[in-house]
């Protein structure tokens, strides 16, 4: 996805030397080069989020979080094709409430709650390298949709802040994708009650740049 592909997270993937091949505008295109590669190859082909094994690997975050922090009440994650939220709010099973932050630019989970069942949406905005996968995952949507609790939109200016605010005040470098629940927060498009204690999963720093104005 050369358009919207962060440099760093090419490079790290290089660095590992792993035979990279970039193609397409957006996550559905890159998908779809790695599925004729996997039939051709007879590679095993493991999807970034719409597969059983990849939801169980990021329930396990859940289960981190709950040792962590046994006392949270409210988690905010943020969802491009969903397995993150989905397979963290399958691990709470409703204990914790945890809810989605989407960019405005790509709304994939907001648009399939609102149609009753995975749609393509737009994918596009400062997140679009690991946000905007143009459709929710089918085996994702329903374990979302029981789960989890609710999405807030953010938008890019906010997505931009949260990153700048990272940084300035913890000196963490977090990819815009990484920094969108965080924007939710801060931006006040999700406000917790008096008394609760709220979360906030930063989920990517695939990116080399500390000046986010």
Partial sequence: MPSISSPAKIQR???????????GDRYADALAA?????????ALSIH???????LLGQGTIGLEIEQQSPDIDTLLVAVGGGGL??????????????VGVEPEASPTLT?????????????????????????????????????????VLVA???????????????RVVAEPGGAAAFAALISGRYQPQ??????VLLSGGNTTAVNFG
Avoid at 119 to 142: E, H, K, M, W
């Fill in 156 to 170: 890019d200016d906010e997505i931009k802040r949260a990153q700048l605010v990272l940084w300035e005040t913890l």
């Fill in 194 to 199: 008096p008394g609760e204690h709220a979360g």
């Fill in 13 to 23: 993937i290089r660095d590992y030397r792993a035979e990279l091949v970039v193609t």
């Fill in 34 to 42: 790695s599925e004729v590669w996997a039939q051709q190859s007879g």
């Fill in 85 to 98: 939220i989905a397979g963290i709010a399958a691990w709470f099973g409703g204990k914790v409430k945890v």
């Fill in 111 to 151: 648009m399939a709650l609102k149609a009753g069942g995975p749609i393509d949406a737009p994918a596009n905005g400062v997140a679009a390298d690991s946000l905007a996968p143009r459709r929710v995952g089918t085996l994702v949507y329903p374990i979302a949709k029981k789960y989890m609790d609710h999405v």
């Fill in 48 to 54: 970034a989020y719409d597969q059983r094994e990849t």
